[in-house]
């Protein structure tokens, strides 16, 4: 599966960027994966095939008033596009104030990580993790029984 996990926005602190690096690496294992910072919502609906051009990739944002899953269900979700589902999978965090109504009515899925607001970088990172944790769940792994 080709994964994609898009964030609006350069990433300020280099310890967000430490673990968003490590987080992309340990995903590199399961899954093509790659991570892309842009520049706003109409690069993001570019890339990911919403303007009719290029490779449509499957998009799920990251949002508050999103369904919410635990980790079990998600590793189920990637399983489920992965067996039913060629397009690639893009996962998206927003800036700082969250997606426009236009493009979360475009999204295929809008995903929440829990009720509490979190940072978006922070969220980028939360994100990565649960991931790698679906990821984990798939392969029995036991990095998911240690909670």
Request: net charge positive; charged share 25%; glycine share 8%.
């Amino acid at each position: 599966m080709k994964l994609t996990i898009a964030w609006i926005g350069k990433t300020k602190n280099p310890a967000i960027q430490s673990l968003t690096d490590e987080y992309l690496k340990r995903l590199k294992q399961y899954s093509e994966v790659e991570g892309v910072a842009v520049r706003d919502e109409a690069v993001l609906l570019k890339l990911c095939g919403r303007d009719g051009r290029g490779t449509r990739r499957w998009l799920v944002l990251l949002d508050s008033r999103g369904k919410q899953l635990s980790s079990e269900e998600l590793a189920a979700f990637l399983r489920n596009h992965r067996e039913r589902n060629p397009a690639p999978l893009m996962l998206a965090v927003g800036a700082a104030d969250g997606f426009s109504e236009d493009l979360r009515a475009k999204a295929d899925l809008v995903l929440s990580l829990g009720k509490m607001t979190l940072a978006h970088e922070l969220a980028r990172v939360v994100l990565l993790e649960q991931m790698y944790r679906a990821f984990t769940i798939l392969k029995g792994h036991p990095y998911h029984l240690g909670h």
